[in-house]
């Protein structure tokens, strides 16, 4: 079945630093990629997606890049500021309606 | 906006009790969906619909049961609630194309005691 793998947290990054967090899926078909942000208390935001092989998505600094040759779909940000202290979420979603999400990562970055 | 509404933020309730959590989407959105998050565990799918009084089991349906009577609106009932059943539940909403997004709600924080 299809599945999405994320790095484990918690990163801790001081303000200013640059951010990488990776994401791996499996899928049968091609699916599209997503990448959503969870504040405390709050439900899941999408942060950005992509939905064909080389797209890049962005939004608010960050962005992705979906990878078919790797099967990756890794979130960047040039320079963290202490409001983007949160979890972060990769998914795919395919054609069979479904999303699949990865376990969270959880970010702190410290001022 | 895509609006999810979620009818409580924090609701507590007793072992044995039978529950509903309700969510209300204003997009016409033909897919919504019902997950539960918990610490380690990332978010697991209970159940889903893909149109007006469909249904369909995703990873952890036992002790759940779902009611689509319109199109948006989806509740989520326990049949008895359980002290394992103690967690954040999360609705979210979606067209039905596979290159669309979900919007969730803002969350129920459900403490079973």
């Known amino acids: 079945g299809n599945s999405v793998t994320q790095m484990e947290g918690p990163v801790t990054l001081s303000e200013e630093a640059f951010l990488t967090i990776n994401c791996t899926y499996t899928a049968t078909g091609y699916p599209s990629l997503f990448w959503y942000v969870q504040y405390p208390g709050e439900g899941l935001q999408l942060l950005l997606k992509a939905t064909k092989a080389d797209d890049k998505g962005s939004n608010k600094g960050f962005e992705a890049t979906y990878r078919k040759e790797t099967t990756s779909f890794h979130l960047e940000k040039g320079s963290v500021q202490v409001s983007d202290s949160a979890v972060y979420f990769c998914a795919l979603r395919d054609y069979g309606q479904n999303f699949v999400f990865g376990p969270g990562t959880r970010l702190s970055v410290l001022p | 906006d895509v609006k999810v509404t979620q009818s409580s933020r924090y609701l507590v309730k007793r072992t044995g009790e039978k529950v509903f959590l309700e969510c209300v989407q204003d997009m016409d959105h033909e897919n919504m969906f019902w997950y539960r998050q918990d610490p380690g565990l990332g978010l697991r799918l209970i159940y889903f619909?893909?149109?007006?009084?469909?249904?369909e089991k995703g990873d952890i349906p036992e002790g759940y049961s779902v009611s689509r009577e319109k199109k948006e609106r989806f509740s989520l009932i326990l049949e008895s609630a359980s002290t394992n059943q103690t967690s954040m539940y999360l609705c979210?909403?979606?067209?039905?194309?596979?290159?669309?997004?979900?919007?969730f709600g803002q969350g129920t924080r459900l403490t079973v005691v």
């Open positions: 619909s893909y149109d007006v009084k469909m249904k």
């Open positions: 979210a909403s979606s067209l039905g194309a596979w290159n669309t997004e979900a919007f």
